[in-house]
């Protein structure tokens, strides 16, 4: 166990519409980074937050939007899903503000947008 | 054409082998590059962390090795266990606008039978 939560672990959702994922980064951890893995692209890097501070943008859609809040939880807001959002969605936190910095997954949110 | 390329794309030998997973990159410069082990249905855990200035990084029966001349990296895998059947993922950081954009290879299915 990484320590790192994420919520839910499943979601499935029809196109068009907008979901939540929510992550707990390990306790005083102040970086959480986000990326998306599918079958087609790999693991992709999407932002970085850093103690509630947006760190490092990747390859975030601009449907796709996150925050982090002053509790350090993390949320990514996906909009306007299609078929191709459906992946799995990684969580990952460290105590550095480093975007290259070793850090700790969480088990991931499967998406499926029907 | 992908930055990070893995191959073998996937891989089966049988227990108590050794093997070796290849990852040629073509970005430069780079800060780091980074071997990950990702369990089906988990989130990747790091295996090791190199620097371009290092050679050679151990982690127990792991062992990684960088060429930045080539710009090549290998994980050698020793007396493999059934425990190693997993998806292996190379990632090597770009510097970009201040930060460090992770890229990740497609990674590596290994298998290892009794």
């Known amino acids: 166990d990484s320590g790192v939560t994420q919520t839910p672990k499943h979601l499935i959702t029809a196109t068009g519409q907008r979901v939540t994922l929510r992550c707990s980064p390990r306790s005083g951890d102040l970086s959480v980074y986000w990326y998306q893995q599918s079958l087609d692209q790999g693991l992709q890097f999407l932002i970085q937050?850093?103690?509630?501070?947006?760190?490092a943008k990747g390859n975030i859609l601009e449907r796709f939007s996150a925050q982090q809040f002053p509790d350090l939880h993390s949320e990514l807001n996906l909009s306007s899903l299609e078929l191709g959002d459906s992946a799995l969605y990684f969580c990952?936190?460290?105590?550095?503000?480093?975007?290259?910095?070793?850090?700790?997954f969480g088990q991931g949110t499967r998406l499926t947008v029907v | 054409k992908n930055q990070v390329e893995q191959s073998p794309q996937s891989l089966i030998i049988l227990e108590g082998k050794n093997c070796t997973l290849q990852c040629n990159y073509t970005v430069s410069p780079f800060s780091n590059l980074r071997w990950y082990k990702q369990d089906t249905g988990r989130g990747p855990v790091s295996l090791t962390i190199m620097t371009f200035s290092e050679n050679t990084k151990s982690n127990g029966r792991y062992t990684a090795t960088l060429d930045a001349d080539t710009k090549q990296s290998s994980l050698h895998i020793t007396a493999s266990q059934l425990s190693d059947s997993a998806s292996y993922i190379c990632v090597v950081s770009v510097p970009s606008g201040g930060s460090y954009i992770p890229t990740f290879g497609r990674g590596t299915s290994l298998i290892v039978h009794p």
């Open positions: 990952a936190s460290s105590p550095r503000q480093r975007t290259d910095t070793e850090a700790f």
């Open positions: 937050y850093y103690n509630g501070e947006e760190r």
